[in-house]
């Protein structure tokens, strides 16, 4: 990324006091979680499906030990902190410039950075409920419990993560076209927004400077008026608020 790149990234920060932000895997990459999308193959020897199976409403159902075998393996990272991305926009919303994080990540960790307006599209591993009695459960009991999670009533604890064939929380998806289309700068970092219908909710945002910042192209590439190719930890840690 080129010093004039900043500057213009800079400049629209400054002038705007409606920013939103859209975020993906590559927003916790930096934070040593993987995006176990772009690493399918590494599966293949220790689980008999790909994630996007196992990771399903239907195999959940069908076979919870296997299930939670994978999330707890691959999914939970307890000891993952905040990154230099998580804890700019957690200044950025403190200093009333940027309106809301809506994130397609499940880790919590831009509540962790003291972001407090986060709509998280595919859930929290920190939120687990009983399907019998929806009594709360934190992210340890779920790590601690052997198998599968068991509620004091005996019923099956559930991640509040949305798995493949559930829908989104039509909650989360209407406070997100919200704050998209009342921003004035959309800042979409770490997601190639090919994971539908997320990446529906950007057509929504009829403000003034869209802002990608990927590793790789992404499909809004063409729309924005500023591109940046790079680690979005690295890049926002640059600018100052
Ligand atoms: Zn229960």
Avoid: W
Wanted: proline share 5%; aromatic share 10%.
């Amino acid at each position: 990324m080129g010093m004039e790149e900043i500057n213009k990234l800079q400049s629209i920060v400054d002038e705007s006091d409606n920013i939103v932000f859209f975020g993906g895997a590559g927003v916790s990459t930096e934070s040593g979680i993987p995006d176990f999308r772009s690493v399918d193959g590494l599966y293949n020897q220790k689980y008999k499906y790909p994630p996007e199976t196992i990771i399903s409403h239907s195999f959940y159902r069908r076979n919870p030990e296997e299930f939670y075998r994978f999330y707890k393996d691959k999914m939970l990272f307890p000891e993952a902190k905040p990154n230099k991305a998580h804890m700019k926009l957690a200044e950025l919303e403190a200093a009333g410039k940027l309106k809301a994080v809506i994130t397609q990540n499940i880790d919590g960790l831009h509540q962790m950075a003291g972001s407090r307006r986060v709509i998280e599209l595919h859930g929290s591993v920190h939120r687990n409920y009983c399907e019998r009695c929806h009594k709360f459960y934190d992210l340890r009991y779920v790590i601690d419990a052997p198998g599968v999670p068991k509620c004091s009533c005996g019923g099956t604890i559930k991640p509040d993560v949305v798995l493949y064939e559930e829908g989104l929380n039509n909650q989360d998806i209407e406070d997100a076209i919200h704050y998209i289309s009342e921003a004035d700068t959309l800042i979409i970092g770490g997601t190639s927004l090919v994971v539908y219908p997320a990446a529906g909710l950007i057509r929504y945002f009829r403000g003034r400077h869209l802002v990608v910042i990927n590793m790789s192209p992404t499909q809004s590439d063409r729309e924005a008026d500023l591109l940046i190719t790079d680690k979005i930890g690295s890049v926002l840690d640059q600018i100052h608020v």
